[in-house]
């Protein structure tokens, strides 16, 4: 938990010497709040105060990364309960479960599902992150499908290995990568530990309930490694949800530091759907890492969907660049439509438009990433500032014609900006879905 | 023995409990009637407050047919959506739903201009054919609705049903309606937990009694601004246990309408071949809508697809155990 300026202050020298180059122990201690300036500056702070102001400026929840290069994912340091509070800063990581039981061929269909689960979602690219092995049969069956796993996708790595032999002998098969090492095996979990932090790697392993993970992960991280992730059992989901909730919260509103690391939870309930929504109330509360079986993609997009709805920063929406953007080949005859610069506004009404095949220019007015009806709300979205943008993108010169399309929701406004801005003002569909068919009757 | 290491969040005060549906002995003719909210926790915190009632899912029932549906709910639906009656019963009975949501589109001008005397019968039809409570919404059009639904509301008195929706501008006429013919009513703002609360201070002040108000948030699909209805439930439903009792209400969430205008859930495989098989996913689409707002708080949902339906429904018995 981080320390208030006037926190710290009650734990330095309190004598003014300026040595640290400020005029007053407090201003020192403000910049030592906004993590400004080392503490080393001052050279009488005692050192268990040291160790005390180290601790408090290390995040609530632990970052761990998984991979290296293009593949790595970032989970943890998450600062809140509900997003509302700031926002939710590393998306669950989406991981799938393979066993090296399985057939070549079964392994090879698997691969290649996964390898196509990403997407193109208002103009971001949505895909999965992760491949859980589990060893089921003998080491080189593991390692077998361990290297062809590595031949064909490129994700990060989830290894869980059944015995301490076959974990070395994968290290050494992923030489620089970093995977995330599992050990579901009670009594191996102090050998795991030993070789994940002699190589710097993290290790994720179940426990019963938070007292379980709190004093193992204390520890652990007196024996100096302290790149865990907790493994939350599976129970009834309801549990399993209290857990996660219980994890989150005591680490970010409690201070408490045994509990401060990413979570994961496995999914492997029987039924599909099921598995499915219940990843899906994963991903709205707390799990940093979810570890399915279910890779069909019209299951698969609504769930990182949800991801990426969950973890916008809600105080900075999606926004595209202010621009007139062009949707086929269209021409100075071409139809012009203007509407905001919000994201998730602007790639509505580019899928209609391009579903209508009629070529078309789009304006994006810059709303600061306000829909339609919030931004004329906010006087973002007004007849001048629509006017100005007209001449801003020179639109004169694109088309040979004054004919401008605006949203149905701001009809109110076509009198006023066809006065401002000389063009003759069209009031198109309130929704997008109306859009193509407008267009068509235009 | 170590003490057990929790953060347990206690809270003042609780939901408002909200009756639907009346039995004979209570002045209707339902044989099935639900209780929702009255709940003292946040969504499924068992451990740290009673929470009384499961969340409850009404199918989505419209009293004209809609020819813009994707292929397949017009399949899965095929045979019933002309027929608002038997669609009703189909769901109730079959699909699994708790009840019946009734939306009067067809009285809207632009959709049939239906009369106040088609309505009215209607909702009788369906309160004959199905045993449960009836959710019945309006065409939207203020001036319409302000004539339709009174009448429906007086012919179906004494059901304790519930009506909607009332906004900010225009909830005096439904309302004055619904109390005095023993109905609850849906009060509607638009993402905004002050209008929300304004609203209710309005409609508690005409008098209507505080439980029998719910709470419209105004829902985004899943893709489609979902996160905004998420937090402001979140928000809501967090001052409502703090203390806030204009809050305080149950939420209902249109996830049906919502989740099924997505493209995602409505485009055909040969169009998007890379998105998979498309009626499971306009199904997954509604349901993963309904778990994410089921997280968020809501108590009654609306659905529409009968497999999304029963997926939920499984979801939310899991949801329960405790």
Known sequence: MALSGLEIYKLLPKTNCKKCGFQTCLAFAMQLAKKAVPIDKCPFVAPDVRVILEQASQPAIRLVEIGSGDNKVSVGNETVVFRHEEKFHHPSAIGFLLEDDASDAELNRALDEISKLQFERVGQNIKVDLIALRQKSGKDMFLAALSKIKKVVKLGIVLMPASLDTLKAALEFCGEERPLVYCSDAALLDSFAGVCKERRLPLAFRKPDMNGFSEQTKRFTQQGFSDIVLDIAQNSTSERLWQLTQARRSAVKKGERSLGFPTMAIVETGDEYQAMVQAAAYVTKYASIIILRSRKPEYILPLLTLRQNIFTDPQKPLQVEPNVYTVGTAGEKSPVLITTNFSLTYYTVLGEIEASRIPAYLICVDTEGMSVLTAWAAEKFTPERIADTLIRFELGRIVKHKNLIIPGYVAMMSGDLEEKSGWKIFVGPREAAGISSYLKNL | ?322
């Open chain 2, 1 to 322: 023995m170590a003490e057990e290491l929790r953060s347990q969040q206690m809270y003042g005060l609780r939901v408002h409990e909200l009756k639907l549906g009346a039995t004979r002995e209570e002045g209707g003719s339902r044989s099935k009637v639900f209780k929702i909210g009255n709940q003292a926790a946040m969504p499924f915190l068992f451990k740290e407050g009673e929470i009384p009632y499961a969340p409850i899912i009404a199918a989505e029932v419209y009293d004209v047919p809609d020819d813009d549906w994707p292929q397949s709910l017009a399949e899965d639906l095929k045979g019933v959506s002309k027929n608002p009656v038997d669609w009703a019963a189909m769901m109730a009975e079959d699909a699994g739903a708790d009840l019946v949501c009734l939306k009067l589109q067809g009285i809207h001008p632009d959709f049939g201009d239906k009369n106040s005397k088609d309505a009215g019968s209607l909702a009788t039809a369906l309160l004959k054919r199905v045993k449960t409570p009836l959710i019945i919404l309006g065409c939207g059009q203020g001036d319409k609705d302000n004539e339709v639904l009174p009448y429906v509301s007086e012919v179906t008195k004494g059901e304790r049903l519930l009506f909607g929706c009332v906004v900010q501008e225009n909830y005096k006429t439904l309302t004055a309606a619904c109390i005095a013919d023993g109905h609850n009513i849906i009060a509607e703002s638009p993402i905004d937990v002050n209008i929300a609360k304004q609203l209710n201070i309005l409609i508690s002040d005409i008098g209507m009694p505080q439980d029998r108000i719910a709470i419209n948030p105004t829902i985004g699909a899943l893709g489609y601004g979902l996160e905004y209805a998420y937090s402001i439930m979140e928000r809501a439903r967090s001052a409502a246990l703090s203390g806030d009792k204009m809050l305080a209400m149950p939420f209902i969430c249109f996830v049906g309408q919502e989740a099924w205008r997505a493209k995602e859930a409505r485009v055909s495989e040969a169009e998007s071949p890379l998105w998979g098989n498309a009626r499971e996913r306009g199904v997954m689409w509604e349901a993963m809508t309904a778990i994410a707002m089921l997280q968020a708080g809501a108590d009654i949902l609306t659905m529409r697809h009968p497999k999304a339906i029963k997926i939920v429904k499984a979801a939310i018995a899991e949801l329960m155990k405790r």
